[in-house]
């Protein structure tokens, strides 16, 4: 058995990242659904694909322009994803890989 302190040194909360963080990602990954709660206590929803066993956070406009673009091209596998800005003002490009 170990101590409360000892568990506590040890504990590494989970984190959930942004898709953005990865390199690439495949339009094959399983999303999972989780819901938040904000600064006001209001409760939120938000999608996760998980890679690696992380979680990372896939925006709306992620997915809306995923499906943009396998409307456009079926056969994609593959997408990078790149963040800009930051709060408010984060902005999504979503890439096509080959």
């Known amino acids: 058995m170990t101590s409360l302190g000892e568990t506590a040194k040890a504990f590494v909360?989970?984190?959930t990242?942004?898709?953005a963080d990865l390199e690439a990602v495949s339009v094959e990954s399983k999303v999972e659904a989780r819901t938040g709660t904000d600064k006001e206590g209001h409760?939120?929803?938000y999608n996760v694909v998980i890679v690696g066993g992380n979680e990372y956070r896939v925006p709306a406009s992620v997915l809306a322009d995923i499906k943009t673009l396998?409307?456009?091209k079926p056969t994609l596998k593959t997408v990078k994803?790149?963040?800009k800005g930051q709060g408010l003002n984060t902005k999504y490009?979503?890439?096509p890989m080959e």
């Open 93 to 95: 490009s979503v890439i």
């Open 13 to 15: 909360p989970k984190q």
């Open 70 to 72: 396998l409307e456009a």
């Open 17 to 19: 990242f942004n898709v």
């Open 43 to 45: 409760e939120f929803a």
């Open 81 to 83: 994803v790149i963040k």
